[in-house]
């Protein structure tokens, strides 16, 4: 079975650097990985999202409509416009963050809230789970752009995303320069325990 994964966010929150450190655990769990990156400004705040596949033998990296397995979703607006690859059995994680893009100030046009978000969501798949993870990872020092990895501590601890956390620390431990490797694997441990409840 493949596992298809939608990290959606905008430019400056880390969503490349998740699909990295994924796809790196990925392939020290033994199985095969594809990566494509959708984005059209992946510059700061610009919509950005990534497709990660993986499974024992993996084609084509790009996730077919309603095929998702996981939306980690970094920013709610970009939630929304990933939602035709959410299906009934779709799982969706999503930080609370806002990242209102200039065109909504322009035209007037209003910020969609939690609730909005989560009911249009709804309408897809009923397992919806939202955690402020911005807050969360400032509660203990880290910046916000450590959500990235709190939501995906609350993923491998819900059994969410088929990893394990040794896999997750190794490529980070691989791909993260040591002055903020510590401070993230921090951040991963409270996601993991945030998640117990």
């Known amino acids: ?12 929150q880390g969503v490349l650097t998740l699909a990295a450190v994924i796809g790196e655990a990925v392939l020290q769990s033994g199985h095969d990985v594809k990566v494509a990156e959708l984005h059209g400004l992946a510059q700061r705040f610009g919509p950005l999202s990534t497709h990660i596949r993986f499974g024992k033998k993996v084609g084509s990296p790009l996730i077919a409509e309603a095929g998702a397995n996981l939306l980690i979703g970094l920013e709610r607006l970009e939630v929304l416009h990933t939602l035709k690859y959410v299906g009934k059995d779709t799982s969706v994680l999503m930080g609370t963050r806002e990242a209102v893009p200039t065109i909504l100030y322009r035209k007037n046009i209003p910020y969609p809230t939690v609730d909005q978000v989560i009911a249009k969501i709804r309408k897809f798949t009923s397992k919806v789970i939202t955690a402020d993870a911005g807050e969360r990872a400032k509660s203990i020092g880290a910046p916000e752009v450590t959500a990235n990895i709190y939501l995906t501590g609350m993923a491998v601890q819900m059994n969410l995303l088929p990893l394990k956390e040794k896999h997750i620390t190794n490529a980070m431990k691989e791909l993260m320069p040591k002055k903020i490797l510590q401070t993230n694997l921090k951040v991963l441990k409270l996601g993991m325990k945030d998640a117990i409840g």
Request: avoid cysteine.
């Open 1 to 12: 079975m493949t596992f298809n994964l939608i990290v959606s966010g905008v430019g400056g």
